[in-house]
Protein backbone atom coordinates (compact mmCIF):
# COMPACT_ATOMS: atom_id res chain seq x y z
CA UNK A 1 0.00 0.00 0.00
CA UNK A 2 1.36 3.24 -1.07
CA UNK A 3 1.87 6.50 1.40
CA UNK A 4 -1.03 8.81 1.49
CA UNK A 5 1.60 11.54 0.22
CA UNK A 6 3.90 9.66 -2.48
CA UNK A 7 4.27 11.26 -5.65
CA UNK A 8 4.07 9.14 -8.47
CA UNK A 9 7.00 9.81 -10.80
CA UNK A 10 4.80 9.45 -14.59
CA UNK A 11 2.41 11.88 -12.69
CA UNK A 12 5.34 14.23 -11.78
CA UNK A 13 6.54 13.52 -15.28
CA UNK A 14 3.74 14.24 -16.75
CA UNK A 15 3.50 17.89 -14.70
CA UNK A 16 7.06 18.26 -15.61
CA UNK A 17 6.39 17.76 -19.42
CA UNK A 18 3.48 20.38 -19.74
CA UNK A 19 5.40 22.95 -17.55
CA UNK A 20 8.52 22.73 -20.34
CA UNK A 21 5.47 23.05 -22.92
CA UNK A 22 3.96 25.57 -21.32
CA UNK A 23 7.50 27.57 -21.19
CA UNK A 24 8.52 26.62 -24.52
CA UNK A 25 5.03 27.80 -25.88
CA UNK A 26 5.28 31.12 -24.11
CA UNK A 27 9.10 31.70 -24.68
CA UNK A 28 8.60 30.42 -28.35
CA UNK A 29 5.55 33.00 -28.72
CA UNK A 30 7.68 35.99 -27.42
CA UNK A 31 10.84 35.01 -29.51
CA UNK A 32 8.78 35.33 -32.88
CA UNK A 33 7.10 38.51 -32.11
CA UNK A 34 10.56 39.76 -31.95
CA UNK A 35 11.67 38.49 -35.25
CA UNK A 36 9.05 38.78 -37.15
CA UNK A 37 7.89 42.63 -38.15
CA UNK A 38 4.40 43.20 -37.04
CA UNK A 39 1.96 45.38 -39.34
CA UNK A 40 -0.34 48.11 -37.57
CA UNK A 41 -3.76 46.13 -37.26
CA UNK A 42 -1.88 42.65 -36.03
CA UNK A 43 0.02 45.38 -33.07
CA UNK A 44 -3.41 46.44 -32.72
CA UNK A 45 -4.69 42.79 -32.20
CA UNK A 46 -2.18 42.21 -29.95
CA UNK A 47 -3.28 45.35 -27.30
CA UNK A 48 -6.95 44.09 -26.97
CA UNK A 49 -6.20 40.30 -26.98
CA UNK A 50 -6.33 39.96 -22.72
CA UNK A 51 -9.79 41.95 -22.87
CA UNK A 52 -10.90 39.38 -25.43
CA UNK A 53 -9.46 36.47 -23.16
CA UNK A 54 -11.28 37.57 -20.04
CA UNK A 55 -14.57 38.11 -21.96
CA UNK A 56 -14.46 34.87 -23.48
CA UNK A 57 -13.55 33.27 -20.03
CA UNK A 58 -16.21 35.42 -17.71
CA UNK A 59 -19.21 36.06 -21.07
CA UNK A 60 -20.87 32.73 -20.60
CA UNK A 61 -20.77 32.61 -16.89
CA UNK A 62 -22.44 36.68 -17.24
CA UNK A 63 -24.97 34.86 -19.97
CA UNK A 64 -26.14 32.22 -17.50
CA UNK A 65 -25.45 33.85 -13.95
CA UNK A 66 -28.16 35.48 -11.75
CA UNK A 67 -28.68 39.28 -10.29
CA UNK A 68 -25.33 39.07 -8.38
CA UNK A 69 -23.75 38.01 -11.42
CA UNK A 70 -25.24 40.79 -13.35
CA UNK A 71 -25.10 43.35 -10.22
CA UNK A 72 -21.12 42.48 -10.37
CA UNK A 73 -21.13 43.53 -14.00
CA UNK A 74 -22.22 46.86 -13.52
CA UNK A 75 -19.58 47.15 -10.74
CA UNK A 76 -16.67 46.02 -13.44
CA UNK A 77 -18.12 48.42 -15.91
CA UNK A 78 -18.34 51.42 -13.49
CA UNK A 79 -14.96 50.59 -11.92
CA UNK A 80 -13.38 49.96 -15.61
CA UNK A 81 -14.90 52.75 -16.70
CA UNK A 82 -13.86 55.28 -13.75
CA UNK A 83 -10.61 53.66 -13.29
CA UNK A 84 -9.57 52.67 -16.60
CA UNK A 85 -7.82 49.74 -14.92
CA UNK A 86 -8.46 45.67 -16.05
CA UNK A 87 -7.31 44.56 -12.90
CA UNK A 88 -9.00 47.00 -10.45
CA UNK A 89 -12.20 46.14 -12.12
CA UNK A 90 -11.87 42.89 -12.14
CA UNK A 91 -11.13 42.59 -8.39
CA UNK A 92 -14.01 44.78 -7.79
CA UNK A 93 -16.37 42.30 -9.79
CA UNK A 94 -15.48 39.31 -7.55
CA UNK A 95 -15.74 41.07 -4.72
CA UNK A 96 -19.07 42.01 -6.07
CA UNK A 97 -19.82 39.00 -6.67
CA UNK A 98 -19.04 37.66 -3.20
CA UNK A 99 -21.13 39.84 -1.71
CA UNK A 100 -23.84 40.32 -3.75
CA UNK A 101 -24.60 36.28 -3.37
CA UNK A 102 -24.20 36.31 0.16
CA UNK A 103 -26.64 39.45 0.54
CA UNK A 104 -28.93 37.60 -1.95
CA UNK A 105 -28.73 34.63 -0.48
CA UNK A 106 -30.18 35.43 2.58
Known sequence: ??????????????????????????????WLVRHVELSERLEAGFSVLPGAIVIAVLGPELAAGGPAEWGAGAVVLVVMWRTE????????????????RSILSV
Open 1 to 30: MREPLSLDPFVVAVILAMAAVTVVTKVGGI
Open 85 to 100: SILLALCAGVAGVVLL
